[in-house]
């Protein structure tokens, strides 16, 4: 039976890729919530950032006027905005929905500590730039995915190290873990891929693979992902996913205890030949690594 103790193992041997989705935000927003109870300070209050794709749309819905059509998809949502209220209004909500910082769970910090060769985070919080900027020290850099909006150069990525400076791509070619933003993030230069606009740009590259990094294209190889907090359930997450690991080697596995699955994602991940795992995003299993 795979234990975290195997998973583990295979990450710091650089043998596994973490890949991590909006469900670790959540896990990090619960034990956060948790404190906050055990010291008397909680309120019922809505989560402070959103932890998956419907509290995003949602988000949006409360502070712009959406058309039915664009309800409950965060991607036409965020269109929507762009298109009514500009590209300026867009990404000043995504600064706000984002901005509130959140500590890392003991998962992220084990993750971190195990000095991965890669990272893929897909949400756009900076909660694992965090963890590593406390375990990882400078032997780590990011690479986010941009919009063409708003971009001075024509890339599809940019590149910063571990202060959060712009470097350009030679420079990750030294560091020990990648943290890959396919989707951009708050942190540290609020890129935001999230309007259907930017998705549909990407999406007409991505099967010959431009969008993606040559670092994170040569990093994939020789390596599994195992999925952590990532459903399956939105078509544009699923091509992305497909996209990142095309050429990998596997094994690959997915942690989704207590959940149940679309029909759509039980295709995904027996196409991708991704083993599911019944193991905790929260315990003590994995704490001894930060060690």
């Known amino acids: 039976m795979i234990s975290w103790d195997h998973l583990f193992a295979r990450i710091s041997a650089g043998h596994l890729v973490p890949y991590l989705g909006p469900g670790m935000t959540a896990v990090a927003l619960d034990l956060q919530k948790q404190s906050a109870q055990a010291a008397g300070q909680s309120k019922e209050t809505d989560s402070p950032v959103p932890s998956n794709t419907k509290e995003l749309a949602d988000f949006f819905a409360r502070h712009v006027a959406l058309p039915k059509r664009a309800r409950g998809n965060p991607w036409a949502a965020a269109q929507y905005i762009e298109s009514k209220r500009y590209r300026q209004t867009l990404d000043a909500l995504m600064d ?58 024509f890339t599809w ?10 470097v350009t791509m030679q420079n990750a070619t030294d560091w020990k873990t990648v943290l890959y933003k396919p989707h951009g993030s708050v942190s540290p230069a609020h890129h935001y891929l999230v309007a259907d606009s930017d998705y549909v740009e990407v ?33 544009m997450l699923r091509s992305y996913a497909r996209q990142i690991m095309k050429r990998s080697s596997g094994p690959h596995y997915a942690i989704l205890p207590d959940v149940e699955l679309t029909r759509n994602e039980r295709r995904f991940l027996d196409e991708m030949q991704i083993t599911r795992l019944d ?7 994995y704490v001894h690594n930060l060690a």
């Open 96 to 153: 706000r929905a984002f901005s509130l910082p959140i500590a890392p769970s003991p998962l992220h910090f084990s993750l971190a500590a195990s000095a991965p060769s890669m990272i893929v985070d897909t949400w756009y919080d900076g909660i694992m730039r965090v963890a590593l900027g406390c375990v990882a020290g400078n032997r780590w850099g990011e690479v986010q995915g941009t919009p063409r909006t708003g971009v001075r150069d």
């Open 157 to 166: 990525y940019c590149a910063y190290d571990a202060q959060g400076d712009a």
């Open 203 to 235: 999406l007409t590259e991505l099967d010959i693979q431009t969008p993606i990094p040559d670092i994170v294209q040569k990093r994939r190889t020789q390596v599994g992902f195992l999925f952590l907090g990532c459903r399956f359930d939105d078509q």
């Open 279 to 285: 193991l905790p995003l929260v315990g003590a299993d």
